[in-house]
């Protein structure tokens, strides 16, 4: 697809945080290498939440996504989230990602269903609930990894506050992804009472018939790994 970017919708992590999910990453690192055990770390400056993976998509139809999140955020106040725990998908006996898990005050969960809402009215629909963590490692080869994992499970990275979201391009190189800012879409203060803003919210999730076409077309049947290491219809548990 060369007129096609692989999109997701996220958020970075704070600065702090990063820093401290880094030092526990390379104890992890340390402890699996010693294990015998073989796991692609991801850079600290990558480490986000995903709110949406759109994956490969059509430029024409960026303006429509980025209308619809404007629409999404509308109304929202920041949201503080922590860093907490560590844990694998699918589990930490047949581990293939190497995550740790968000606690929030529901705000953040609130905000991925109304993204996946303006995203759905544009063709891209995802199965799965929502599950918000941090990818800090990838196993080349399924295995276990308790004993790596365990003894730092119950560790607390640090908050995290946020005013925007951002849409998000991965490359995928050699030594790792890469991600470009393609659009910043900063959070709308709360109204309160009807306003004009909450009309055009409601026009905006509407869907637009001009951009139906937009969103990219996927063979059902062919399960695209997600930017955050999370596979389609699935669900990680510690």
């Known amino acids: 697809m060369s007129d096609s970017k692989r999109l997701f919708i996220g958020a970075r992590v704070s600065v702090a945080t990063a820093n401290a999910l880094a030092g526990a990453a390379e104890t ?19 480490y986000h939440v995903t709110l949406k993976f759109l994956g490969h998509t059509r430029e024409a139809a960026i303006a429509a996504i980025v209308d619809g999140l404007e629409a999404a955020t509308e109304n929202t106040p920041r949201i503080t989230f922590r860093t907490t725990r560590l844990g694998a998908f699918p589990s930490l006996e047949k581990a293939r990602v190497v995550w740790a898990g968000i606690e929030d005050q529901g705000s953040l969960s609130e905000l991925a269903n109304r993204i996946e809402a303006a995203c759905g009215r544009l063709g891209y629909v995802e199965p799965r609930p929502f599950h918000a ?12 990894l308790r004993d790596v994992v365990l003894p730092l499970a119950e560790q607390m990275f640090g908050d995290t506050r946020i005013d925007a979201i951002t849409l998000f391009e991965s490359e995928t190189k050699s030594n790792g992804s890469v991600y470009r800012e393609v659009s910043r879409i900063a959070f709308k203060a709360p109204q309160t009472g009807r306003s004009e803003g909450s009309e055009r919210q409601t026009a905006a999730l509407e869907v637009d018939p001009r951009h139906e076409s937009r969103a990219v077309e996927t063979d059902p049947g062919h399960q695209e790994e997600t930017d955050d290491g999370w596979p389609r219809g699935q669900a990680p548990n510690t």
């Open 28 to 46: 992890l690192a340390r402890r699996s290498k010693d294990a015998g055990i073989d796991i692609r770390w991801v850079a600290p400056v990558n």
């Open 133 to 144: 963590h941090v990818t800090l490692g990838r196993v080349r080869e399924t295995r276990p």
